[in-house]
């Protein structure tokens, strides 16, 4: 059976004759995503303590919506590692128990940081859902292992900030309350740089969205262990009286400082219908006091 092909290649060519005129013309905004992250690392103490400053952000030049990921990856300089220590039951937030209640107090002992974003709803057009960012407030929280590989898993507790005007007036939105899990990874690179990989996700509660700008600060947790010791002489080799004291253990351990006294970190944006990006950033080596 024939068909005519003359009204499809006309209306073909009339696209791209609209595209390139779209492209090439002057008066024309062109998008631009633009993509940014930052990490410092503050107050630093003798027995390893630090704490973990995150900030990032994305915008479109032309104030449409930024186009949803479908893959968002923080890599961390080689050496910054979970202790095994901090992965013991009673430390740890339990997932399910956190969905079920929603509540930050279901998981105190397991709170490694918190932070606020203001994130743009997507619909599933890649719309915004409503004209202004819902901002929020993140609490996060140290978890076992939930996908299939990782060493441990942090989750977010996203509560809508009830003082905003768009959250007070769209219950919603104001009665609602999001879990989600952001599992970390053993993936050294090749080249010794990077260690840990996290995994966000790019969707929570099934809701698509987009972060404007956040900021979390990740102060972490401070274990309590109990070392076991020996008082013993010379003249007397055995242990004559056993001694216990407390160490502070603190959840991560220190980055590795390369000769360049720089400690990179990496994101790595995955689109749909971009290119993926992939960003790199470098700050100075922390100094422990001894």
Avoid: H
């Avoid at 960012?133 to 898993?153: D, E, M």
Wanted: glycine share 6%.
């Amino acid at each position: 059976m024939l068909v005519d092909q003359a009204p499809r290649f006309s209306a073909l060519a009339a696209i791209i004759t609209a595209a390139a005129f779209a492209l090439f013309s002057p008066n024309t905004a062109r998008a631009e995503i633009v993509r940014d992250f930052g990490f410092e690392l503050k107050d630093p103490k003798a027995y390893g303590a630090y704490t973990v400053v995150f900030s990032e952000r994305s915008s479109d030049t032309t104030g449409a919506p930024v186009p949803p990921l479908t893959r968002y990856s923080l890599r961390f300089p080689r050496g910054m590692s979970i202790r095994r220590e901090a992965l013991t039951k009673r430390l740890l937030c339990d997932p399910e128990k956190l969905r079920r209640f929603k509540n930050t107090r279901v998981c105190r002992r397991a709170q490694i940081g918190a932070g606020r974003a203001e994130a743009e709803l997507l619909s599933s057009n890649d719309q915004r859902v409503l004209s202004a960012p819902i901002p929020s407030n993140l609490y996060l929280f140290l978890a076992k292992p939930t996908a299939r590989g990782s060493v441990a898993t942090m989750l977010m507790l996203v509560i809508p900030d009830a003082s905003s005007p768009i959250v007070k007036t769209i219950p919603n939105i104001r009665n609602t309350r999001l879990v989600g899990e952001a599992p970390f990874f053993d993936d050294p690179t090749a080249d010794g740089q990077f260690g840990y990989r996290m995994e966000l996700p790019p969707a929570i509660g099934g809701l698509r969205y987009n972060i404007l700008e956040g900021k979390y600060s990740f102060p972490g947790v401070t274990l309590t262990k109990r070392v076991r010791g020996c008082r013993g002489s010379r003249q007397v080799p055995r242990c004559r009286r056993a001694r216990v004291r407390r160490k502070r253990v603190f959840w991560l351990t220190r980055p590795k400082c390369p000769a360049s006294n720089q400690l990179a970190f990496q994101a790595t944006y995955n689109y749909a219908v971009l290119p993926s990006l992939a960003l790199t950033r470098e700050i100075p080596c922390p100094k422990f006091p001894s």
